[in-house]
């Protein structure tokens, strides 16, 4: 006879997706689903205010939504009075509620709750079955048997694989248009001109109001605002921020997709990451909708390839390399960068306009896009000499979207080169040259971009020499950084220590 005892069931905060391999061929009425909002996960660093409530009022909305779908949900709130702060001790109150014949919960994104949920049946003297993650496309094995004997790992070679098995944007056995990757089409410069959509402003009903009090009074203290919480915090309205982006970005998020304006924090950028990440959104799905965009001419290729290789392509790769190359890589640092993350990482106060843009929009809307994230605040912290785990914790703490299988791999491979070149084949450096092409943001400076040495000088560009410099015995057989170190080589010696004073009195000025 079948035991009369419930499978318990924990759905993790980003895991609130209907179809969780978790809930797979299981009986609802014979299962209580267990949804915790714990302080160890609100508190374990100090998240972005508009995260935690974007986290929680849509972990609300989901118990309710499977509640309406015939689900016995039991939800633990933050502020409970018998709340015990941690997932296990809420699993241990749960097997007290119900007496479980079983749990049986889907992987966890992280290897700090991975390694937590591994010591529950010991702990508990209960089955516990961990299912894999079905919503990506990649799991853990195939990934391991495509990366295994490669003398490189590298996303391109990856991402084709990832088109061949999908089948999106794939005539027969060829790529579409003929080239797999149509980057180099995707880097122009926006102007002010440019109509820029508006994302949705959803309404916040009770539940969210409710999360919003409990946020402003609990984490008081913690960065951002919540002043400009914009998030979709159910499935019906992601599934109307994707629509938006679809009908109305998408066809010049590619031409535009590497642009930065002052004032300008969305541009053609989809916003829809943090629906992926938590789970109200399903990631081959999305690309299907890009995909028919192009096929019906409503969409150029190079947006719609542009569009699916970051989900298909980079998205999966990162998750890859962060299983792989386990919990002990974000404690990469190549370069021994050993410099204090800056202040103004938390209030934006700072005269490079670049920064300020970028990490006040993030303050504000705990959301910044990749080019922000990679060539401003990556870039300059890399020039800086920063710790790169002190800015692995802020961009883990800042971005709504940031998971560590997600944030480490972007901050400690490409962002900062921590690993070596595992994950990127060169070290993302750039001089004031590059924000100057991309964005308009140094025409709003007080630093003169063209200006290389003294106080005026953008500081981009003599910490860019300096960090070539000073790192030339672990980069100067980087085949990708020939061309500099040769144009560093052949600069007299006075402008090489004039670059290196300049750098070192900005850093001193930091310090």
Known sequence: MASSKPILIPLLGDQLSRDLSSLDDVD???????????????????????????????????AADMRDRGWTVDYVKLDDADNSGSFSGEIARAIERHDPAAIRVTEPGEWRVRTMLDEWEEKFGIPV?????????CDHAEFEAWAEGRKQLRMEYFYREMRRKTGL?????????????????????????????????????????????????????????????????????ALRARRRFLDECLSRFGDYQDAMLTGEPFLYHSLLSPYLNIGLLDPLDLCREAEKKYQDGDAPLNAVEGFIRQIIGWREYVRGIYWREGADY???????????????????????????????????????????????????????????HQL????????????????????????????????????????????????????????????????????????????????????GDNRRLAMPYRTWEKKEKGEKVALRNSARAFLESLD
């Not at 079955?129 to 496309?137: A, M, Q, S, V, W």
């Open 330 to 388: 974000v404690e990469n640092n190549f370069f021994d960068a050993d410099r204090d993350l800056p202040d103004f990482y938390y209030s934006g106060d700072t005269d490079m306009h670049c920064l300020s843009q970028a990490i006040g929009q993030t303050l504000d809307h705990a959301y910044a896009h990749h080019i922000q994230r990679l060539m401003i605040t990556g870039t300059f912290a890399l020039l800086a000499g920063v710790n790169p």
């Open 392 to 475: 692995h914790i802020w961009y883990l703490e800042v971005y709504a979207d940031a998971y560590e299988w997600v944030e480490v791999p972007n901050t400690v491979g490409m962002s900062q080169f921590a690993d070596g070149g595992l994950l990127a084949s060169k070290p993302y450096a750039a001089s004031g040259n590059y924000i100057n092409k991309m964005s308009d943001y140094c025409s709003h400076c007080r630093y003169d971009v063209k200006a290389k040495t003294g106080d005026n000088a953008c500081p981009f560009n003599a910490l860019y020499w300096d960090f070539l410099a000073r790192n030339e015995d672990k980069l």
């Open 129 to 137: 079955e961990i299912c894999p993650d079905t919503r990506f496309l």
């Open 169 to 237: 944007l794939m005539d027969g056995d060829k790529p579409e248009g003929g080239k797999w990757n149509y980057d180099q089409d995707n880097r122009k410069p926006a102007d002010q001109d440019l109509f820029m959509p508006k994302p949705i402003a959803f309404r916040r009903d009770e539940t969210t109001r409710e999360v919003f009090d409990l946020v402003a009074e609990r984490f008081a203290d913690h960065p951002g605002s919540l002043d400009h919480f914009q998030f979709a915090v159910t499935r019906e309205e």
């Open 28 to 62: 609802a009425g014979n299962t209580v689903l267990l949804l915790m909002e714990v302080d160890d996960e609100t508190s374990y660093v100090r998240h972005h205010k508009a995260k935690i409530a974007f986290i929680l009022a849509a972990m609300r909305h989901h």
